[in-house]
């Protein structure tokens, strides 16, 4: 069975730090991968989707930068953390190359940037 | 892409039938209509996924109309676990998945 893990599930970073948020996929092969992020209280914001290696689609601009070194593995980074990216962040995946198919999402991780 | 609009809240009570409608007037051949659920500090969870017509399962049903231009999700006999944010999406594989402000569904005993 296909397995989504994500971590670490909260950190505190303070402003103007890195950051690196992994996320991997295990029981799949060339999966449509997605990260997401919500504030308190709104709705889900999507920030990168990966549809192979090498391939992000960025779709807000901002200070966060993604990367899939490999199949199954997305990292969410920054250079330097703002208070503003302060928030729940969920990695998401999808089979690829499938029309009827839903998205299975890891357990978040809660950002607090101080 | 598809942009989706749904009713910001909706409160209902135990044991009533819930119908979220979702309108996407732009929906492409290809889309698929398709409800998550999502509770708080958790991912979005499927609910139910559809072409056209209507798709049941064990948890709700799924109203499309032949114009694609909408759907309505149906909850019966709600419960007051059943209070959770509901997104409807319209898409297709290897696009990106946009969420939208959800419906927050309030259920009351």
């Known amino acids: 069975s296909q397995t989504i893990h994500q971590w670490p599930a909260t950190l505190v970073q303070p402003v103007g730090s890195p950051l690196s948020l992994e996320c991997t996929v295990e029981?799949?092969?060339?999966?449509?991968l997605y990260w997401y992020r919500q504030a308190a209280g709104r709705g889900l914001q999507l920030l990168f989707y990966?549809?192979?290696?090498?391939?992000i689609s960025s779709e807000v601009p901002q200070n966060l930068s993604a990367s899939r070194p490999q199949d199954r593995q997305f990292i969410l980074s920054s250079k330097k953390l703002l208070l503003s990216d302060s928030g729940f962040y969920l990695c998401?995946?999808?089979?690829?190359?499938?029309?009827?198919?839903?998205?299975?999402f890891g357990q978040g991780t809660r950002l607090t940037v101080v | 892409l598809a942009k989706t609009t749904q009713p910001i809240s909706m409160d209902s009570y135990e044991g009533q039938e819930v119908n979220i409608t979702c309108s996407h007037n732009?929906?492409?051949?290809?889309?698929?209509i398709t409800w998550y659920q999502q509770f708080p500090s958790q991912g979005p969870r499927f609910i139910i996924q559809?072409?056209?017509t209507k798709v049941t399962n064990e948890v709700a049903s799924l109203f499309i109309p032949a114009d694609r231009k909408s759907s309505t999700l149906s909850l019966p006999r709600v419960s007051l676990s059943d209070t959770a944010v509901y997104y409807c999406?319209?898409?297709?594989?290897?696009?990106?998945?946009?969420f939208g402000k959800g419906t927050t569904l309030s259920v009351s005993s």
């Open positions: 998401a995946w999808m089979p690829g190359g499938r029309v009827n198919t839903e998205a299975f």
């Open positions: 029981g799949t092969s060339n999966p449509n």
């Open positions: 990966s549809v192979g290696i090498g391939q």
């Open positions: 732009n929906i492409a051949t290809n889309d698929y």
């Open positions: 559809g072409y056209k």
């Open positions: 999406l319209a898409n297709q594989a290897g696009t990106a998945l946009i």
